[in-house]
């Protein structure tokens, strides 16, 4: 069973197990249960459990249940309005502003807007990219730096260790 198989007849079990299934749908969920003993299994247990349920559509309903669930509306009413009232002052504000700008005229930005918002982003990329520039180099030159400072070290480092130790250019004498 391919993976687009599987995930349509994952999706069609419940389908499958109450019989709402067109016939093309079910001969083919029907192949795919044969090839598929797990999925099989899947829709023999929402077949059973749909069974049980029907089972229990009979039992009477506890006293007062019916009340506390009406009751559950008014009760979140209050909570809902307290909730909702912020949001609708704002709304109201809204929609004030917008018809202040209506009624006045106020127009779209204008031309040199326009012109002066599309310089102002291009500044930005331009800014952005000189930043990584810099990055860039102040990396290479630390680099370059940072090795020829370690190799004048090391060259003036053997150069003090031979003169303390009496070595000249190359010929060590024998101290004993």
Do not use: C, H
């Given at each position: 069973?391919?993976?687009?198989?599987?995930?349509?007849?994952?999706?069609?079990?419940?389908?499958?197990?109450?019989?709402?299934?067109?016939?093309?749908?079910?001969?083919?969920?029907?192949?795919?249960?044969?090839?598929?003993s797990?999925?099989?299994?899947?829709?023999?247990?929402?077949?059973?459990?749909?069974?049980?349920?029907?089972?229990?559509?009979?039992?009477?309903?506890?006293?007062?249940?019916?009340?506390?669930l009406?009751?559950?509306?008014?009760?979140?009413?209050?909570?809902?309005?307290?909730?909702?009232?912020?949001?609708?002052?704002?709304?109201?504000?809204?929609?004030?502003?917008?018809?202040?700008?209506?009624?006045?005229?106020?127009?779209?930005?204008?031309?040199?807007?326009?012109?002066?918002?599309?310089?102002v982003?291009?500044?930005?990329?331009?800014?952005s990219?000189?930043?990584?520039?810099?990055?860039?180099?102040?990396?290479?030159?630390?680099?370059?730096?940072g090795?020829?400072?370690?190799?004048?070290?090391?060259?003036?480092?053997?150069?003090?260790?031979r003169?303390?130790?009496?070595?000249?250019?190359?010929?060590?004498?024998?101290?004993?």
């Amino acid at each position: 069973m391919t993976e687009l198989d599987q995930t349509w007849a994952e999706s069609q079990i419940e389908a499958m197990a109450d019989g709402s299934l067109p016939a093309d749908a079910e001969r083919r969920m029907l192949a795919l249960m044969n090839s598929d003993s797990e999925l099989e299994a899947r829709v023999e247990q929402a077949r059973a459990l749909r069974s049980e349920l029907r089972k229990l559509a009979n039992v009477p309903v506890p006293r007062g249940l019916r009340w506390r669930l009406w009751r559950i509306p008014t009760a979140d009413r209050r909570l809902r309005s307290v909730l909702w009232m912020p949001a609708g002052i704002m709304a109201t504000a809204v929609v004030a502003v917008l018809g202040v700008n209506l009624y006045f005229g106020a127009q779209g930005p204008s031309a040199d807007d326009v012109a002066r918002t599309a310089a102002v982003q291009d500044f930005a990329v331009a800014v952005s990219y000189l930043q990584k520039s810099a990055v860039m180099a102040r990396n290479e030159i630390n680099e370059s730096v940072g090795s020829g400072v370690l190799n004048a070290l090391a060259i003036s480092r053997g150069m003090i260790e031979r003169s303390e130790t009496g070595v000249s250019e190359g010929v060590q004498e024998n101290v004993d």
